[in-house]
């Protein structure tokens, strides 16, 4: 089981799991770490995301305004429940909604911000390798890698998107965590497992799944946050996700005793990189 990070020693980097509707968690996770913790957020060296992971760890990096993506997810959310098939009807087209809504929340700069920091987990179409994309040439090319990442094949369309023509498809199905297990990394998953960030299910469940690079708890709860990640729930059950994204960042931060004199260490290390 990973270690708990060591918050004083260094700058940890993140990983962010894939999460579909379930970014919400994710998102509520970042704004308690900015809230509770900013330095260790702005020290971060490195910031890894796959899927919708890729999202808040686009958030993190580029210091996207967290109410306005977690509305654009409540508001996809909506839509998708309109329908019987949910997202997979063809008049919901969720690649569509996320590609506006990154032109509109993502700042001119992106691409310098993003190269060298933003590490976006998505798989080649031609030898399904994982490949990590961190060099950025344009804002448009940071959009382009972030719905790579995002693209479930079938789910979310036929035709799979391309990143400087090469075609690319969800970075979670061959690296769930990326990165996971690495030392100075605190990782952030809406699935319980042995992760740092993440629901606590029944403790008296030692059952646990060890599939494409991350920890999966062998619970009912678990699974049916799988079909949350791909059905969405109402915006009232999302919200819930959101809060307790919130309140489980900040028991890890309890946990590992983070403090203000900590905060203090990162600061002073924040060029690390």
């Not at 590490?119 to 448009?140: A, F, M, P, Q, W």
Request: with cysteine.
């Amino acid at each position: 089981m990973p270690k708990p990070a060591e918050t004083g020693c260094m700058p940890q980097s993140l990983s962010f799991s894939g999460s579909g509707f379930l970014s919400v968690y994710q998102m509520g996770a970042v704004k308690a770490l900015w809230d509770l913790a900013p330095e260790l957020m702005q020290s971060a060296p490195k910031v890894y995301g796959a899927s919708g992971g890729s999202l808040a760890a686009a958030a993190v990096v580029l210091r996207i305004n967290i109410d306005q993506v977690q509305k654009t997810i409540f508001e996809a959310a909506r839509e998708a429940r309109k329908f019987v098939l949910g997202p997979l009807l063809s008049k919901f087209n969720l690649m569509i909604i996320l590609q506006n809504a990154l032109r509109n929340f993502l700042p001119d700069n992106a691409h310098e911000k993003a190269t060298g920091r933003l590490y976006v987990g998505v798989t080649r179409l031609s030898d399904g390798k994982n490949i990590l994309i961190s060099d950025y040439k344009s804002k448009e090319e940071v959009i382009q890698a972030l719905i790579c990442s995002c693209f479930i094949p079938i789910y979310c369309g036929l035709v799979p998107p391309s990143f400087r023509g090469v075609k690319y498809i969800d970075g979670g199905l061959t690296s769930f965590q990326p990165h996971y297990g690495k030392r100075s990394m605190i990782t952030v998953s809406p699935f319980s497992g042995e992760i740092d960030i993440c629901p606590r299910d029944s403790p008296l469940c030692h059952h646990y799944l060890h599939v494409c690079n991350t920890s999966f708890q062998l619970t009912m709860e678990n699974l049916s946050r799988v079909s949350h990640a791909l059905f969405p729930p109402s915006v009232r059950m999302l919200n819930k996700f959101f809060d307790q994204g919130y309140k489980d960042a900040a028991d890890y931060l309890q946990r590992v005793g983070f403090n203000k004199s900590q905060e203090q260490t990162v600061s002073a290390t924040q060029n690390w990189s």
